[in-house]
């Protein structure tokens, strides 16, 4: 599963506790369909992810009453998390650009990376 153009059901969203035991990489992106920093982030992080097309990326709808984005103490959108193994190797706020999210793809560990 690579890029995820759409946010996952709220009645489908993860626990904190599933992704703790999720094994491999995995990719989240926490945000909100109408943030305009997620929406330019979109085709920067959809054009980085073609070089990682079996990273599983999930898009975590956040914002009031969504515990998921507090449990990582998310406080601005997008924010998105590396996880390996379910632990954190790396987390970029605000992406910028094409480079800075492939930098930030980077951080997976050589055995996941597919490029």
């Keep these: 599963m690579a890029f995820s153009s759409h946010f996952t059901a709220q009645d489908q969203e993860p626990g904190a506790e599933q992704l703790a035991i999720e094994a491999g990489p995995l990719l989240l992106e926490f945000g909100a369909p109408w943030c305009q920093y997620c929406q330019a982030a ?5 054009a980085a992810m073609q070089h990682h097309p079996t990273l599983r990326h999930l898009k975590i709808e956040d914002g009031k009453g969504r515990r998921l984005g507090r449990s990582f103490k998310v406080k601005l959108w997008p924010t998105l998390l590396l996880l390996q193994d379910g632990q ?22 050589a055995a996941s990376r597919t490029s």
């Design 42 to 46: 979109q085709p920067l992080l959809a």
């Design 88 to 109: 954190e190797i790396a987390r970029l706020v605000r992406p910028d650009s094409q480079q800075a999210v492939e930098q930030f793809l980077a951080s997976l560990p």
